[in-house]
Protein backbone atom coordinates (compact mmCIF):
# COMPACT_ATOMS: atom_id res chain seq x y z
CA UNK A 1 0.00 0.00 0.00
CA UNK A 2 0.80 3.33 -0.40
CA UNK A 3 -0.26 6.58 1.55
CA UNK A 4 -0.34 9.56 -1.00
CA UNK A 5 -0.86 13.71 0.38
CA UNK A 6 -1.92 16.04 -2.28
CA UNK A 7 -0.66 19.86 -2.05
CA UNK A 8 0.45 22.84 -4.36
CA UNK A 9 -3.71 24.30 -5.00
CA UNK A 10 -4.54 27.58 -4.39
CA UNK A 11 -6.83 30.17 -5.97
CA UNK A 12 -5.19 31.72 -9.16
CA UNK A 13 -6.14 34.12 -11.81
CA UNK A 14 -7.58 32.82 -15.27
CA UNK A 15 -4.30 32.42 -17.66
CA UNK A 16 -2.24 31.25 -14.22
CA UNK A 17 -0.25 27.89 -13.47
CA UNK A 18 0.21 26.24 -10.01
CA UNK A 19 1.97 22.88 -9.47
CA UNK A 20 0.55 19.76 -7.72
CA UNK A 21 2.24 17.58 -5.22
CA UNK A 22 0.99 14.12 -4.63
CA UNK A 23 3.77 12.70 -1.77
CA UNK A 24 3.67 9.08 -1.80
CA UNK A 25 5.13 6.96 1.21
CA UNK A 26 5.19 3.39 1.63
CA UNK A 27 6.55 0.30 -0.40
CA UNK A 28 6.38 -0.50 -4.13
CA UNK A 29 5.59 2.84 -5.50
CA UNK A 30 7.10 1.87 -8.57
CA UNK A 31 4.08 -1.23 -9.05
CA UNK A 32 1.98 1.53 -8.52
CA UNK A 33 0.14 3.36 -11.93
CA UNK A 34 -0.37 7.08 -10.97
CA UNK A 35 -3.40 8.84 -12.02
CA UNK A 36 -4.67 12.62 -11.24
CA UNK A 37 -8.23 12.80 -11.22
CA UNK A 38 -10.82 16.06 -10.13
CA UNK A 39 -13.97 16.65 -9.36
CA UNK A 40 -15.34 20.06 -10.22
CA UNK A 41 -18.08 21.36 -7.82
CA UNK A 42 -21.72 19.81 -8.03
CA UNK A 43 -19.76 16.93 -10.99
CA UNK A 44 -18.51 14.21 -11.04
CA UNK A 45 -15.08 12.72 -10.35
CA UNK A 46 -13.47 12.50 -13.84
CA UNK A 47 -9.81 11.20 -15.28
CA UNK A 48 -7.13 14.37 -15.78
CA UNK A 49 -4.02 12.61 -16.62
CA UNK A 50 -2.86 8.45 -16.20
CA UNK A 51 0.90 8.11 -15.92
CA UNK A 52 2.51 4.52 -16.15
CA UNK A 53 4.57 2.86 -13.86
CA UNK A 54 7.66 4.26 -15.28
CA UNK A 55 6.24 7.28 -16.39
CA UNK A 56 6.83 6.61 -20.17
CA UNK A 57 3.56 6.84 -20.92
CA UNK A 58 1.15 9.83 -19.83
CA UNK A 59 -2.54 10.16 -21.14
CA UNK A 60 -4.51 13.18 -20.77
CA UNK A 61 -7.63 14.38 -20.99
CA UNK A 62 -8.72 15.99 -24.20
CA UNK A 63 -9.59 19.28 -22.01
CA UNK A 64 -6.11 19.71 -20.67
CA UNK A 65 -3.82 18.59 -23.35
CA UNK A 66 -1.52 20.62 -23.62
CA UNK A 67 -1.57 22.70 -20.79
CA UNK A 68 -1.22 20.07 -18.04
CA UNK A 69 2.22 18.05 -17.71
CA UNK A 70 2.19 15.60 -15.18
CA UNK A 71 5.48 13.72 -14.24
CA UNK A 72 6.63 10.96 -11.86
CA UNK A 73 10.02 10.44 -9.85
CA UNK A 74 10.19 6.81 -9.01
CA UNK A 75 13.19 7.14 -6.77
CA UNK A 76 12.02 10.03 -5.04
CA UNK A 77 8.43 9.08 -5.22
CA UNK A 78 6.39 12.44 -6.17
CA UNK A 79 4.55 13.02 -8.66
CA UNK A 80 3.85 16.30 -9.92
CA UNK A 81 0.89 17.91 -11.99
CA UNK A 82 1.89 21.09 -13.73
CA UNK A 83 -1.24 23.32 -14.28
CA UNK A 84 -0.31 25.93 -17.12
CA UNK A 85 -3.00 28.31 -18.98
CA UNK A 86 -5.74 27.62 -16.11
CA UNK A 87 -9.37 28.25 -16.89
CA UNK A 88 -12.71 28.81 -14.62
CA UNK A 89 -13.47 25.60 -15.47
CA UNK A 90 -10.35 24.07 -14.24
CA UNK A 91 -11.68 24.79 -10.60
CA UNK A 92 -12.23 21.27 -8.82
CA UNK A 93 -10.40 19.38 -6.07
CA UNK A 94 -7.91 17.42 -7.74
CA UNK A 95 -6.66 14.16 -6.19
CA UNK A 96 -4.36 11.65 -6.89
CA UNK A 97 -4.77 7.77 -7.43
CA UNK A 98 -2.44 4.87 -6.88
CA UNK A 99 -3.61 1.82 -8.55
CA UNK A 100 -1.65 -2.24 -8.72
CA UNK A 101 -3.80 -4.94 -9.33
CA UNK A 102 -6.86 -4.33 -6.96
CA UNK A 103 -5.43 -2.18 -4.64
CA UNK A 104 -6.52 1.36 -5.14
CA UNK A 105 -5.38 4.05 -2.90
CA UNK A 106 -6.61 8.00 -2.91
CA UNK A 107 -5.01 11.35 -1.36
CA UNK A 108 -7.52 13.22 0.55
CA UNK A 109 -7.28 15.55 -2.42
CA UNK A 110 -6.21 19.59 -2.95
CA UNK A 111 -8.50 22.50 -3.89
CA UNK A 112 -7.93 24.62 -7.11
CA UNK A 113 -9.64 27.44 -7.61
CA UNK A 114 -9.57 29.44 -10.91
CA UNK A 115 -11.16 33.05 -10.71
CA UNK A 116 -10.33 36.55 -11.30
Known amino acids: QVQLVESGGGLVQPGGSLRLLCAASGSGFRFFAMDWYRQPPGKQRELVASITTTGTTINYADSVKGRFTASRDNAKKPVHLQMNSLKPEDTAVYYC?????????WGQGTQVTVSS
Open 97 to 105: NARWGNIDC
